[in-house]
């Protein structure tokens, strides 16, 4: 059964960080190229950002500079690391694991308020 469990989700001040993790099992992860979507109440959910199987990466423009995705194959995890957060960072964000399917993760809320 694949699973992939987001985590590190929550409030925080503009200007502030935060790192979420998504665990991935039941799949060959080395393999997958993985990403983080996010979804805003109202819109469709969008890419965040992408990490192939090799390292590379994509990011959405509006996070460019400010997100890093990065990935521990060891650990069967993918990170994305958020600073400079802005009030329009609030969404909840998915992790996505591609490779012959897409698996999604359930999502972590992420809030960006003073």
């Known amino acids: 059964q694949v699973q992939l469990v987001e985590s590190g989700g929550g409030l925080v001040q503009p200007g502030g960080s935060l790192r979420l993790s998504c665990a991935a099992s039941?799949?060959?992860?080395?393999?997958?190229?993985m990403g983080w979507y996010r979804q805003a109440p109202g819109k469709e959910r969008e890419l965040v950002a992408t990490i192939t199987r090799g390292g590379s990466t994509n990011y959405a423009d509006s996070v460019k500079g400010r997100f890093t995705i990065s990935r521990d194959n060891a650990k069967n995890t993918v990170y994305l690391q958020m600073n400079s957060l802005k009030p329009e960072d609030t969404a909840v964000y998915y992790c996505n694991a591609k490779f012959t399917y897409v698996y999604w993760g359930q999502g972590t809320q992420v809030t960006v308020s003073s």
């Open positions: 039941g799949i060959a992860f080395s393999i997958y190229a």
